[in-house]
């Protein structure tokens, strides 16, 4: 399966967070790469190497560049 990349920003709930371009937690990040895929959100930050998961549950928000 390809995943559909696309560019925007995101939200997560209390108790859930991604690691920042520095590597600090964090619950809201914009300018992002995102896909979801198979009931997880997908998220690639500039500045870090890989793909950061997080479960549906945990996502707040999702906005999408047009």
């Known amino acids: ?4 990349w ?9 108790g859930y967070v991604l690691l920042d371009g520095a590597g600090v937690p964090v619950r809201r990040l914009a300018d992002v790469e ?5 009931g997880y959100l997908n998220v690639r ?5 890989g ?6 549950p ?7 560049e047009s």
């Open 51 to 56: 793909v950061q998961l997080v479960s549906a």
């Open 6 to 14: 696309r560019k925007g920003s995101v939200e997560l709930v209390d």
């Open 45 to 49: 930050v500039p500045g870090r190497e």
């Open 34 to 38: 995102f896909a979801v895929e198979g």
């Open 58 to 64: 945990g996502v707040r928000l999702v906005l999408a």
């Open 1 to 4: 399966m390809n995943r559909e």
